[in-house]
């Protein structure tokens, strides 16, 4: 199995409040990306990202934000988080021919 | 983004049963992959197809590459209980960074 870990693995927040999920991998990949996951719409992609400090959005990134300082670290921000981003996040890693690889997942509450 | 349909949406088979599931998209794709995932746990990647018209087998499970690559097959034989889950299938956004689209997936239930 790929190194991907993600932490916190649970977490109950309120509206408007801040929170950062942290995706760590130990495979030297090059892609890191975060996804949501809901029932009805599978796995819907929010931002990505092919390098250090290079990111970019994808198809729900509307309320995030994400940084990579370090090769091995993935960082997703809600600034303000919304009972609409209740969801369960997974992060992916990739480094060849669109094998991505995915995390335990994190089961995120916003009440 | 793009739709990748899969079919049948949900199975309840019967343990040793065979299980054939499919994915279309309406765009050509050069890569298809299919992933499963289990209660709680992230997807997993089952096979990967990279070719036209590639049979792939990985234990009891098979995959295929449609000839008109707008298309892909998942056939799983012998079903037992751990194959219970959802299965995924995947295809490349062509927008580059390995980037993929997921089907919204095929729930399968095996009943012992």
């Known amino acids: 199995d790929a190194g991907i870990t993600q932490s916190p693995r649970h977490k109950v927040t309120e509206t408007g409040t801040p929170v950062t999920l942290r995706c760590h991998q130990t495979e030297n990949h090059r892609y890191m990306y975060w996804y949501r996951q809901d029932p009805g719409h599978g796995l819907r992609l929010i931002h990505y990202s092919y390098g250090v400090k290079d990111t970019d959005k994808g198809e729900v990134s509307d309320g995030y934000s994400v940084s990579r300082s370090k090769t091995e670290d993935f960082l997703l921000t809600l600034e303000s988080a919304t009972s609409s981003q209740t969801s369960v996040y997974f992060c992916a890693i990739s480094d060849r021919y669109y094998e991505q690889y995915f995390g335990p997942g994190t089961r995120l509450t916003v009440t | 983004g793009q739709q990748l349909n899969q079919s049948p949406q949900s199975m309840f088979i019967q343990e040793g049963e065979d299980v054939s599931m499919n994915c279309t998209s309406s765009s050509i794709f050069n890569t298809w992959l299919w992933y499963k995932q289990d209660p709680g746990e992230g997807p997993v990647l089952l096979i990967a197809l990279y070719k036209a018209g590639e049979l792939t087998s990985n234990g009891r499970l098979t995959a295929q590459f449609g000839i008109t690559r707008k298309d892909s097959f998942l056939n799983i034989s012998a079903s037992i209980p751990s194959d219970v889950g959802i299965y995924f299938c995947?295809?490349?956004?062509?927008?580059?960074?390995?980037?993929?689209?997921f089907g919204t997936g095929t729930r399968l239930t095996v009943i012992p």
């Open positions: 995947a295809g490349p956004d062509q927008t580059g960074a390995n980037n993929l689209f």
